[in-house]
């Protein structure tokens, strides 16, 4: 019902084109993994879908919703429109930083709590207007936090704060935070660059089992291509700022499009 | 009431107003122009830090043009007593004041993760709450320090005080300490010294409260910085865009534009008030600069704060080498140290310091030299100024620079002379300003250090505006304002983003 369509966007910072226009599809429910090299565009393109960042040009749409983009004027003929920009607080979708963006003044419990108690302040006063949900009760935000927390082996360490954790402790609690709220769609920038190999196959399955578990759709961003083909149901390859390839795992690696991407498989 | 209770009363409250009203300006405009975008915002941000390099009595002579009682040019706005007064006092103060909690906000919000606030947006927090739960517990020591230091600076504040509250009979301390030496004798001496404790201890008071103040949520210390995202993504205002340019270029104007016309009007009118055209006049000009005084004050100005400044550098650069690269703890506790008489009330400063010689000279040293101890006292005073900066630069600086030229051969005064002082020239030149603007116009503590034969700057101007020749006092109030503005719009902070 709500696939995420960009459409045309593209993004120059000053004469540097970062991302040459594209178009690209998200199935709702699906777990898209974009793949790149260090520096081809993979954040700026999350930042962009969270609202962080404004494109250069295109259009972004959550379903039927636009969420960036020239709306034109029904009423006074083809030649005017206006700028539609919903801001970062009302797209209603999660987010996992690279920086992990772990709040320092905050335990890890209310890092997690945070984005629950605000939708549920939100939900009643109505102000989402795409989402019909209730509002959690504190019970059952309570459980919501200590679900996500222990999903992340983190629940004894729930009076902390980030600075008394360690790295991939921290990356864990964002990962939680993200978790937490259930987002429609979820963004993920290499959320698990920082853990060991054990913990990081550990979470690989626990992102695939939230990923079946509550229908959400995905966006995970990474430079390993092992993650990216484990956990996906859809792989797009960036090169510097443009689509080298896109499909599913299993026709990217059947069929890899010479020059690139070829050699970019070849290297692990 | 006694006059030295109302006294006390009305510097607490001036200061306290002050850093109320600097901390609320400093918090919404420091946020505005990192945060946000609208038209122009990188214009306003790099005029916002001007007013730090401005004398603040400069300021206040200007509002006495403008809000004079009864010749001001805005008279009709302002309440009967005009600009005179405790509120008056309150915005010619916060009109400089409001830069020390905007410039610290303004580095903390630059040192600030921003993701950690973006983190909160998607979260769905509106921008206002962002800032309250995320930014303002995250910045919170900054804007202590930024407001007690604009509490600081208005409890030791003597021109304003003195321009805008002595002719309608309003003292505050340091106003008190100077009439009390004004009657002079040894009674005078004793009322100053107590009226000084009295000083010194609200001051210390205030330092101690922001202490405890900032470690009751300072857990966050380093975590703040670290991996920081490469620009933060600014806040689209809309329709409130057009608003907010509006209301900063407001304060711009009422802070920097319309203090300078008023001086302008002021230089130019033949007698006060009088400020047609036709009658404009360059004759206040020349009168000032063919005073005998002013040529005394202008070659003791320049000498006094370019040897001062000069000196305060290289003492900065000598400790700060001794305290960061050869680890000696003597030299980091002076350095600390001259935060003493940095924090101290400017009058208090030279009140003791004419205490002290007074006391010499009754026991049979001869100690005439004003000079001598206007250049003491302005070394004390902005030591810390150059010990700190330059010790701060030499902890920035990765110690392999100089460990490959130790290798090389060269001993302390070759690595001083050839690896520090060039790798430091920036951080020296910024220190050496930081002390010569201020010190080219000193008046708080010349006023009160100065004799026959060493009139400064700022003491020639007080006499003016004392003994009411109002024109000439504009005259040389507007040349030494527009040579401020041109030196702090030339030196202010470039907006990179
Ligand atoms: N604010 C900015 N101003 C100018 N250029 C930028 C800015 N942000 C990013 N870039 C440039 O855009 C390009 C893409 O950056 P981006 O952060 O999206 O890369 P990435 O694919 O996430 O890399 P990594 O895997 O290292 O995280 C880089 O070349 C970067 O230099
Ligand atoms: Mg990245």
Known sequence: MSDLILKNLSKRFGEKEVLSPFTLEVKDRSFLALLGPSGCGKTTLLRIVAGLERPSGGEIWLGSRMLFGQMPHQASGASSSTTVEVPPEDRGLGMVF??????????????????????????????????????????????????????VHLLELKDRYPHQLSGGQQQRVALARGLAVEPPILLLDEPLSNLDAKLRSEMRREIREIHRKLNMTILYVTHDQREAFEMATDVVILNAGAIAQKGTPSEILKAPNPGFVTEFLSES | ?????????????????????????????????????????????????????LPPYLLGMAWVVLGNPTVGILRAFLPSNGAYGTLGICFVLSSVAFAFPYLELRAGFDRL???????????????VKVFRDISLPLLWPALVNGMCLAFLYALASFGVPAILGLPVRQFVLTTLIYSQLKLGGQAGLIEGFKISLLLLTIAACALGFSHYLTSLKNRLGA????????????????????????????????????????????????????????????????????????????????????????????????????????????ASRLIRFFGIPFATPGTVLAFFII???????????????????????????????????????????????????????????????????????????????????????????????????????????????E???????????????????????????KEIY
């Open chain 1, 98 to 151: 690279q920086s992990y963006a772990v709040w320092p003044h905050m335990t890890v419990e209310e890092n997690v709590r945070y984005p629950l108690d605000i939708q549920a302040s939100r939900a009643s006063k109505r102000s989402i207007d795409n989402s019909s949900k209730k509002p959690l009760t504190l019970d059952q935000r309570q459980e919501a936090c200590e679900k996500a927390l222990s999903l």
């Open chain 2, 1 to 53: 009431m006694s006059v030295l209770l109302e006294a006390t009363l009305r510097s607490v409250q001036i200061s306290l107003i002050t850093a109320m009203v600097s901390g609320l300006l400093g918090v919404v405009l420091a946020w505005l122009v990192s945060r946000t975008e609208f038209t122009s915002r990188k214009t306003v941000a790099s005029l916002l830090s001007v007013p730090y390099a």
């Open chain 2, 113 to 127: 993760d921003s993701s950690l606030e973006e983190a909160a947006r998607i979260s769905g927090a509106s921008p």
């Open chain 2, 223 to 330: 975590s703040i910085s670290g991996a920081r995202s490469s620009r933060p993504s600014r806040i689209q205002l809309g329709r409130l865009a057009p608003l907010v340019m509006s209301v900063t270029w407001l304060w711009i104007l009422l802070t920097l534009v319309l203090p300078w016309i008023a001086l302008t009007l002021s230089a130019l009118a033949p007698i006060a008030g009088s400020y047609s055209p036709s009658t404009f006049t360059l004759r206040n000009l020349s009168y000032v600069l063919n005073l005998a005084d002013f040529h005394e004050a202008l070659v003791n100005s320049a000498v006094l704060s370019v040897s001062v400044a000069s000196l305060v550098v290289l003492l900065g650069f000598c400790l700060g080498f001794l305290s960061v690269r050869k680890k000696k703890p003597w």
């Open chain 2, 355 to 465: 205490f002290i010689f007074s006391t010499l000279a009754r026991l049979g040293f001869n100690a005439d030299y004003p000079l001598l101890l206007m250049a003491i006292a302005y070394t004390l005073k902005y030591a810390a100024v150059g010990a700190n900066s330059l010790e701060t630069a030499y902890t920035q600086i990765h110690p392999s620079l100089e460990e490959a030229a130790r290798i090389s051969g060269a001993r302390t005064v070759k690595l001083l002379s050839t690896i520090w002082a060039p790798l430091l020239k920036q951080s020296m030149k910024a220190a050496w300003l930081l002390a010569f603007l201020p010190l080219a116009t000193e008046l708080t503590m010349s006023v009160l250090l100065t004799g026959p034969g060493s009139a400064t700057l700022g003491t020639v101007l007080f006499q003016l505006q």
């Open chain 2, 467 to 493: 003994y009411a020749d109002q024109p000439s006092a504009a005259a040389l109030a507007w040349m030494l304002l527009t040579l401020a503005l041109v030196i702090g719009l030339m030196t202010r902070k």
